[in-house]
């Protein structure tokens, strides 16, 4: 999977630039979990777009290619991998991990690093399109140069994989209520799931 990210990097990043408001309204839905003067870690930081928008100084990824992009839009970037984070235990106020989490090899792992590098008390945000959603069954069968290898989640699997890694206190956010291509204006979040194609989870390190 990496490959095609690394390879189809310039694709990726220019789906933001023509999907504008679908993109300006999962930032809507993030920041109503985002904390607020703290650090904060992307892991699949990809090309920054969300970390650049969202003021997250750190991100991790596997791509060459992409963490090109997100350096040259002031991003802290480290090459690696979400199973293998390379920082310390518990020095992070926030762990964002966004549409990332379908991609990977081991999930349950990256979310238990995730769980390692933040302190005590402090946040995961994970920003998933549902696989029970309208989103998730149009992309699953799109099958997109990106998402043919891509494992979806829903919202309770999700929720599930972050109470083995230690997390408690979950809060839903949900947006995008058409395909990207219709949206000519940014979507107001709202709370819970189930209507929503993009979805926050977030959660708290017991």
Same mark, same amino acid.
């Given at each position: 999977?990496? $490959? ?18 679908? &993109?300006? +309204? ?21 090309? #920054? ?14 791509? @060459? ?12 970037? @480290?090459? #690696?991998?979400? *199973? ?11 762990? !964002? ?15 238990? *690093? !995730? $769980? ?24 699953? @069968? ?7 290898? !891509?494992? &979806?989640? +829903? ?10 890694? =230690?997390? #408690?206190? %979950? ?5 995008? +209520? ?15 799931? =189930? @209507?929503?194609? %993009?979805?926050?989870? +977030? =959660?708290?390190?017991?």
């Amino acid at each position: 999977m990496n $490959a095609a990210f690394d390879k189809y990097y310039k694709k990726y990043d220019t789906w933001y630039d023509k999907h504008k408001f679908a &993109f300006l +309204s999962e930032l809507e839905a993030i920041k109503k979990v985002l904390p607020q003067d703290a650090r904060g870690l992307e892991i699949g930081v990809g090309t #920054g777009r969300f970390a650049a928008s969202l003021g997250i100084k750190t991100g991790i990824d596997p791509s @060459r290619n992409m963490l090109k992009l997100a350096k040259e839009r002031g991003v802290n970037v @480290r090459l #690696g991998s979400g *199973e293998d984070s390379p920082f310390l235990n518990e020095v992070f106020d926030y762990v !964002a991990i966004i549409i990332t989490l379908c991609f990977v090899k081991n999930p349950k792992k990256v979310l238990e *690093e !995730a $769980a390692r590098v933040l302190k005590k008390k402090s946040r995961i945000i994970i920003g998933i399109v549902d696989k029970e959603s309208f989103l998730g069954k149009f992309y699953r @069968r799109k099958k997109s140069v990106f998402y043919k290898q !891509a494992k &979806f989640f +829903s919202v309770k699997e999700v929720t599930d994989l972050l109470k083995e890694a =230690g997390f #408690g206190s %979950f809060s839903y956010h949900q947006v995008i +209520s058409i395909l990207p291509d219709e949206i000519n204006s940014v979507e107001k979040p709202q709370k819970g799931f =189930g @209507r929503g194609g %993009f979805v926050v989870i +977030s =959660g708290i390190k017991r």
